[in-house]
């Protein structure tokens, strides 16, 4: 059978035509994936994922462009979307390194850390800032909105949201009401 004879069969949901379409294009958008990645595993799994989007999207394939095109498209946005994850999830770690060190540090010095140090640490940066700038430095929200160079509203809307973030975090530990968190969280 043509390709495009085998698009129409699957499409109507011939398994052994989408089969034989697969079989016909691996080798192809496999080469493909290898130069992209430079790994075998990460190429095969990108593959899989390809194909797996392809035959969940087969009826959208309009055939404008060969169907190897088509698949390209697909692995080159999975793979993509791969890194980008990827990349989230090392920044992720750092973090939580970051917040693991200082824990450490703190306890190693026979300082306090508390719960909610525990949840400040797990809260993004934007929101931390001015949360800690407010609330253990005491500056004025025109005071955050200078130094870190956004509007003055943005920097309440930021420890607003921030403060929410923390709450959820510390009741969701079965704290009932978490505390410290309706006076500043200033140490002395």
């Given amino acids: 059978m043509e390709e495009r004879e ?13 089969a034989s379409l697969f079989q016909n ?6 080469k493909y994936l290898l130069k992209l990645t430079y790994d075998l595993q990460t190429s095969e799994d990108v593959a899989q994922e ?3 989007k ?23 946005r999975v793979y993509l979307d791969q890194k980008r994850k990827e990349k989230r999830e090392e ?6 390194q970051s917040v693991r060190k200082l824990k450490w540090g703190t306890q190693a010095n026979n300082q ?7 949840a400040l640490g797990n809260v993004e940066d934007d929101l931390r800032i001015p949360i800690i700038l407010k609330h253990y430095y005491g500056f004025s929200y025109e005071e955050i909105a200078k130094i870190i160079k956004i509007p003055e509203g943005t920097v309440k809307s930021r420890v607003h949201i921030g403060l929410k973030k923390i709450r959820k975090e510390l009741v969701s530990n079965d704290e009932k009401e978490p505390s410290g968190l309706s006076k500043p969280l200033r140490q002395e």
């Avoid at 294009?25 to 496999?30: A, D, Q, S």
């Avoid at 306090?112 to 525990?118: G, L, Q, R, S, T």
């Fill in 25 to 30: 294009t691996y080798p192809f958008l496999l």
């Fill in 112 to 118: 306090a850390w508390d719960d909610v140090m525990e």
């Fill in 50 to 52: 390809t194909f797996s």
């Fill in 54 to 76: 392809a035959i969940e999207n087969l009826s959208r394939y309009k055939g404008t462009s060969k169907f190897s095109t088509w698949l390209i498209s697909i692995a080159t």
């Fill in 6 to 18: 085998l698009i129409k069969a699957a499409k109507k949901g011939d398994d052994q035509a989408l």
């Fill in 91 to 96: 920044s992720w770690l750092r973090q939580e």
